[in-house]
């Protein structure tokens, strides 16, 4: 995969070259490149911003500077394309896990990262679509980019050491992700629950799925909302609200 970032602020995404994508850009799973979008403005004062036309508070970042870093971008490209394009807005869908797992089914994504008080709307005209991380605002899009590149590039193939771990996460399959625990088995008088001690895998399943069940119902049960349970989701959820009610 290919992902290019247009940003006022390069140097934020230094982190982007530690831990797991760090790994995946060294062993060439991933090519990642930031673009300061401010190195194409025309103005003889480097501006990329101005005030918005019909007034009001702020300033709007310029279509100028930002058309031509993404031409500058697809001239880099062999298929002369910037991809998959982002638009980090607040204005956005709210991005959430399938947006991750969706996004790494593309072979380039460029994030585009705004700062001030919003856009040109003609910079819209360069996106596919616009993602905002949540009901609240940032001070740029840097760290909104850097969450969901995060996020992302997790479902590449091989880029996570257990293929397993990202499948097993919390969200993959609408719910929240089951305890763990490793050695030792007594902590401190803080006993691992001896099913996992088991070896039965069957057991070990069946309490799995029920945590992950019982801890959705208790931090966010809006995730259960709609859901189609199956016989034995519907058989654990009945059994958890009883031993809650009884307790």
Known sequence: MKIDVLSLFPNMFA???????????????????VTDFRDYTTNKHNN??????????????????????IEAIKEKD?????GHVVLLDPAG????????????SYDHLTFVCGHYEGYDERIKTLVDEELSLGDYVLTGGELGAMVMIDATVRFLPDVLGNRESATGDSFQDGLLEYPQYTRPADFRGMKVPEVLTSGNHQ??????????LKKTYLRRPD??????????E??????????????
């Open 15 to 33: 982190p982007m070259q530690e831990s797991i994508i760090g790994k995946a850009i060294d062993r060439g799973s991933l090519s990642f490149s």
């Open 48 to 69: 990329v911003d101005d005030y918005p036309f019909g007034g009001g508070a702020g300033m709007l970042l310029m279509a100028q500077p930002m058309f031509d870093a």
């Open 78 to 82: 062999d298929k002369k394309s910037a």
């Open 93 to 104: 869908k709210k991005f959430d896990h399938t947006d991750a797992e969706r996004l790494a």
């Open 203 to 212: 057991k070990i399943a069946e309490w799995r799925l029920k945590e992950s």
């Open 223 to 232: 995730l259960l909302e709609g859901r189609q349970f199956t016989k034995e």
């Open 234 to 247: 519907r058989d654990l959820l009945d059994d958890i609200k009883t031993e809650l009610d009884e307790g």
